[in-house]
């Protein structure tokens, strides 16, 4: 039996039942949820510790879908831009519409870059509006659950960030007051030893000083927390050898972006040269990329930052790859509760997800952004509810926004 749908871009079209040998079954029928169009995309920019965009793609259905595009300047603009390619298309083909985005865009930077940010931020906003419309939470969309709940890391902070005793104390407050087994904390620190930052070679004595706040932070918090530890592309392919190895007495959880993201051989070569695992992947686009850091060896994690690289499907398509080498996935987010969620619905339905990253603990309202917990206990418990599962509210919507922002209007 086949199917004939006619015309994908004629929605009031109707679909003929036919058996094998094509005859007609005498079977008509409408289309049901799929009668539905686009009718406009509008962006809300809100003032967190990061400028993040929510993003809504609104339909003749009377509902919406809401997602998140990673913080760059231009995204709204894209989205704007982009806008017209949309209206008029039926939002449950979310793969179409993606690749229909990409290629829209291919003379625009949509290789990578803030274009594929700002297609991210739609295609989010796509799997809430699917699920919504399907009346089925969006992991359902990506496959089903491998899990009920997602871990997550907690990005941490001192204002003593050299300090390894203050480092440690935070630690400990951390896991103790706040309940998080995993935990992250920035090495590319000042130790005092520096003398040129810009020849990226670690001196003897910066060494010493990042191993000891990983000594610190890790034996304070022993068998309580996983740790990792950020680099944000730092340091020579030589000097990051150097550091990895002397942390491998302390069993860090991931010791991240050691080295500048462009030259593959370095990653790799540093990657090989230590038992301290390696994770890298938050500034790389789309699953191409991915797919050069896992097939060279070059990560034992990899970290994509889900609003940023592509959005869900392509995340998904990522940890494929990734599973294909046996690599973990560990999702950098720095997102409102909009886009954590739709890492945490992505982190449910693949087999490989290590943790969904938490970076906003210092910002006091991140979760009043939307109704009722995201997390809990260092853990997001996925939602039943259809699409991404959580609903801004709009009152701290419209008091956090960006100065000149104005409000998205309701579905
Ligand atoms: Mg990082």
Redesign the pocket.
Known sequence: MSRDYGSLHDPNAEYTMRNLSGETMGLTASRGPRDVEITDVQTAMVDGNFPWTLVRVYTDAGVAGTGEAYWGAGVPELIERMTPFLVGENPLDIDRLYEHLVQKMSGEGSVEGVTVTAISGIELALHDLAGKLLEIPAYQLLGGKYRDAVRVYCDCHTESEADPEACADEAERVVEDLGYDAL?FDLDVPSGHEKDRANRHLRPGEIRHKTSIVEAVTERVRDRADVAF???WTFSGGSAKRLAAALEDYDVWWL??PVPPENLDVQRQVTESTVTPI?AG?NRYRVTEHRRLLEDGAVDIV?PDLPKVGGMRETRKIADVANQYYVPVAM?NVASPVGTMASAQVAAAIPNALAV?YHSYELGWWSDLVEGEVIEDGYIQVPEEPGLGVTLDMDTVADHLVDGEELFDEA
């Open positions: 992250k950020d680099c944000h991240e972006d994770a938050e970290a950098h990253e």
